[in-house]
């Protein structure tokens, strides 16, 4: 069969996606938005690994602890900037064109970023006591629920940054992007306290201060974008601003290089987020808003439009269940011992190009899991009485499983 005959249903599908897409569909920001939703499962694909201990059990473990030099990859693939950005920017225009009440346009966003959570983290329940039962040690589950809970405190602050949507708008429309700057002001403070002279009488609790600001201050950026509130200029002082100030944090104020943290560090730059990450943030959003109108125009190829569209219908299960597709890539392999890329130390070069050929396999796992696992993000579709019941039942179990769950892998079980 030829190379033609193969990729004609390919480029039928495209076309087909392409023509179904209304004409006012911002194209730009959805691929802004698929970007940053791919970038997640590769940054955690390349920058975690594991180590086995004496009874096969895996370990989380970092290439960053070793090979100190790729921590400018981080810089690429921390995007949760540009993710913040575009969700404020469609927050603004949804809830400019509601037909409901602010209450009822904040309830259906949360149930369909809440479905796929439960979804998760409810089978995760039912399949550890089986994994266990199958050999499998608990150290190589309790890694495992660790990992797949991580991501999910997304879910959780980005719930609480929509809520404020109509609060963001106000202020757009009245300061412009400068509504952000107070957010940037108030993780400054924080931060000099806990990093400064005074650090040492600064109560650890302190930096829980900065994670609404910190994760709010691209939001509201999207917000005023949205409200036509940033045009080029304001992109391009973020840009350089941006830039200029995360130069500054590293070289003059010695943060740490790394956007994500490193196992033994002192300090991390994103749990909470500190000033480096709003810098970059800052500056990934006025690189966004400048290359928005070059982008729509390559996005208007079928071929290039069709993967976003598949990217952004599966964005909650793309968030949810690409740890999943590594671990069952890696448990499997803990049994043959060490294989490298999957269970050998991430201390070497040698490690990051056996991971970087791990990563398809990693990828096609996760399509095959989403493709019964996307149910958890689709609209239920039962009668009212009866089915209102059973979804009312479904969700208390699959709730008291993911909290039983969440203590697990927080050790609390």
Same mark, same amino acid.
């Given at each position: 069969?030829?190379?033609?005959?193969?990729?004609?249903?390919?480029?039928?599908?495209?076309?087909?996606?392409?023509?179904?897409?209304?004409?006012?569909?911002?194209?730009?920001?959805?691929?802004?938005?698929?970007?940053?939703?791919?970038?997640?499962?590769?940054?955690?694909?390349? $920058?975690?690994?594991?180590?086995?201990?004496?009874?096969?059990?895996?370990?989380?473990? @970092?290439?960053?602890?070793?090979?100190?030099?790729?921590?400018?990859?981080?810089?690429?693939?921390?995007? $949760?900037?540009?993710?913040?950005?575009?969700?404020?920017?469609? @927050?603004?225009?949804?809830?400019?064109?509601?037909?409901?009440?602010?209450?009822?346009?904040?309830?259906?966003?949360?149930?369909?970023?809440?479905?796929?959570?439960?979804?998760?983290?409810?089978?995760?329940?039912?399949?550890?006591?089986?994994?266990?039962?199958?050999?499998?040690?608990?150290?190589?589950? #309790?890694?495992?629920?660790?990992?797949?809970?991580?991501?999910?405190?997304?879910?959780?602050?980005?719930?609480?940054?929509?809520?404020?949507?109509?609060? /963001?708008?106000?202020?757009? !429309? #009245?300061?412009?992007?400068?509504?952000?700057?107070?957010? $940037?002001?108030?993780?400054?403070?924080?931060?000099?306290?806990?990093?400064?002279?005074?650090?040492?009488?600064?109560? @650890?609790?302190?930096?829980?201060?900065?994670?609404?600001?910190?994760?709010?201050?691209?939001?509201?950026?999207?917000?005023?974008?949205?409200?036509?509130?940033?045009?080029?200029?304001?992109?391009?002082?973020?840009?350089?601003?941006?830039?200029?100030?995360?130069?500054?944090?590293?070289?003059?104020?010695?943060?740490?290089?790394?956007?994500?943290?490193?196992?033994?560090?002192?300090?991390?730059?994103?749990?909470?987020?500190?000033?480096?990450?709003?810098?970059?943030?800052?500056?990934?959003?006025?690189?966004?808003?400048?290359?928005?109108?070059?982008?729509? !125009?390559?996005?208007?190829?079928?071929?290039?439009?069709?993967? &976003?569209?598949?990217?952004?219908?599966?964005?909650?299960?793309? $968030? /949810?269940?690409?740890?999943?597709?590594?671990?069952?890539?890696?448990?499997?392999?803990?049994?043959?011992?060490? &294989?490298?890329?999957?269970?050998?130390?991430?201390? @070497?070069?040698?490690?990051?190009?056996?991971? &970087?050929?791990?990563?398809?396999?990693?990828?096609?796992?996760?399509?095959?899991?989403? !493709?019964?696992?996307?149910?958890?993000?689709?609209?239920?579709?039962?009668?009212? !009485?009866?089915?209102?019941?059973?979804?009312?039942?479904?969700?208390a179990v699959a709730g008291l499983l993911a909290v039983g769950f969440g203590a697990f892998a927080l050790g609390l079980a």
């Open positions: 069969m030829s190379a033609s005959a193969v990729l004609a249903p390919l480029r039928e599908a495209a076309e087909r996606i392409d023509r179904r897409t209304p004409a006012h569909r911002d194209r730009a920001v959805d691929g802004l938005r698929a970007l940053a939703l791919l970038a997640v499962p590769t940054g955690h694909w390349l $920058l975690g690994g594991f180590t086995l201990d004496a009874d096969g059990g895996l370990h989380n473990a @970092s290439p960053l602890s070793s090979l100190g030099a790729l921590a400018p990859a981080g810089w690429v693939l921390q995007m $949760l900037g540009v993710f913040f950005l575009v969700g404020g920017y469609a @927050s603004a225009l949804s809830n400019r064109r509601r037909p409901g009440s602010a209450g009822a346009w904040l309830k259906g966003r949360v149930v369909r970023l809440g479905r796929p959570v439960l979804g998760v983290t409810a089978v995760w329940a039912l399949a550890a006591p089986l994994l266990y039962l199958a050999g499998v040690p608990e150290a190589s589950l #309790r890694t495992g629920a660790t990992l797949v809970v991580q991501p999910l405190w997304f879910v959780g602050v980005y719930v609480v940054v929509t809520a404020l949507t109509p609060y /963001c708008v106000r202020a757009a !429309r #009245r300061l412009g992007g400068w509504a952000a700057a107070p957010l $940037l002001a108030s993780v400054a403070v924080v931060d000099l306290l806990r990093y400064g002279p005074l650090a040492e009488s600064v109560p @650890s609790w302190l930096s829980l201060l900065n994670i609404l600001p910190g994760w709010l201050f691209a939001y509201q950026l999207g917000v005023a974008w949205g409200e036509r509130r940033i045009g080029r200029r304001g992109a391009w002082l973020l840009l350089a601003g941006g830039a200029l100030l995360f130069a500054a944090l590293l070289v003059v104020f010695h943060y740490p290089a790394s956007m994500v943290g490193v196992p033994g560090a002192a300090r991390t730059n994103s749990h909470p987020p500190s000033l480096l990450v709003l810098a970059l943030a800052a500056a990934q959003s006025g690189a966004a808003i400048l290359l928005r109108d070059r982008l729509a !125009r390559l996005l208007g190829r079928p071929a290039l439009w069709a993967p &976003v569209v598949v990217i952004n219908l599966s964005a909650m299960t793309i $968030l /949810c269940w690409h740890q999943t597709a590594m671990l069952a890539a890696a448990v499997p392999a803990s049994f043959a011992g060490g &294989v490298a890329g999957l269970t050998t130390a991430p201390d @070497s070069l040698g490690w990051i190009a056996a991971r &970087v050929a791990w990563m398809p396999v990693f990828a096609v796992l996760l399509a095959g899991i989403a !493709r019964y696992a996307r149910r958890f993000e689709l609209p239920p579709v039962e009668g009212r !009485r009866a089915g209102a019941v059973r979804r009312t039942v479904r969700g």
